[in-house]
T-cell receptor, first 114, second 111 residues
Framework: DTGVSQNPRHKITKRGQNVTFRCDPI?????LYWYRQTLGQGPEFLTY????????KSRLLSDRFSAERPKGSFSTLEIQRTEQGDSAMYLC????????????FGDGTRLSIL | DQQVKQNSPSLSVQEGRISILNCDYT??????FLWYKKYPAEGPTFLIS?????DKNEDGRFTVFLNKSAKHLSLHIVPSQPGDSAVYFC??????????FGTGTRLTIIP
């Protein structure tokens, strides 16, 4: 039984560069979520998908951020023109559809902007 | 606007004793509450949850209590073990959508 898989685990890049992260959810889970966590804080919601449809985006998700889930399986999160403030842990989670389903998290991608 | 609050950043408990972690929320629309445990360099791991129609849910050494009138929930771990040392996050949900997390409590179990 594989859990949520995220790649890469760590990304270091220079300010202004574009980065893309990948998330592979638990195979039978239709819902996929992206969160961001900074030091000393809990994870903050960014966006989520039901199959391939993006159902909600947080106002934290500026126009430099875009997420896709083209075939309803894996998802990508792209950040364009990265800024220092984008440095954080980016977490992906998945869950089954239906009420009161716990979300299961991957180990995250840590983004460091130089 | 912190809708889920964990007011104790840290807690130390002797091994074998009870650990009690607290969480308060402000949004009365929340109807599902979860506790996650997080080790360094890993993602949060789901521990236990409770629906707003219940006031208690138990799973082995872990029990979650919900007091809706006080908008308060707590996680009890008994007996506490060294492997329980981690950061614990309280989270809340309305419907089956996004989670709103607290800022976490670092639990240290003293052998």
């Amino acid at each position: 039984d594989t859990g949520v898989s995220q790649n890469p685990r760590h990304k270091i890049t220079k300010r202004g560069q574009n980065v893309t992260f990948r998330c592979d959810p638990i195979s039978e889970h239709n819902r996929l979520y992206w969160y961001r966590q900074t030091l000393g804080q809990g994870p903050e919601f960014l966006t989520y998908f039901q199959n391939e449809a993006q159902l909600e985006k947080s106002r934290l998700l500026s126009d430099r951020f875009s997420a896709e889930r083209p075939k309803g399986s894996f998802s990508t999160l792209e950040i364009q023109r990265t800024e220092q403030g984008d440095s954080a842990m980016y977490l992906c989670a998945s869950s089954q559809t239906g009420s009161h389903q716990p979300q299961h998290f991957g180990d995250g991608t840590r983004l460091s902007i130089l | 606007d912190q809708q889920v609050k964990q007011n104790s950043p840290s807690l130390s408990v002797q091994e074998g004793r009870i650990s009690i972690l607290n969480c308060d929320y402000t949004n009365s629309m929340f109807d599902y509450f979860l506790w996650y445990k997080k080790y360094p360099a890993e993602g949060p791991t789901f521990l236990i949850s409770i629906s707003s129609i219940k006031d208690k849910n138990e799973d082995g050494r872990f029990t979650v209590f919900l007091n809706k009138s006080a908008k308060h929930l707590s996680l009890h771990i008994v007996p506490s073990q060294p492997g329980d040392s981690a950061v614990y996050f309280c989270a809340a949900m309305f419907g089956n959508e996004k989670l709103t997390f607290g800022t976490g409590t670092r639990l240290t179990i003293i052998p």
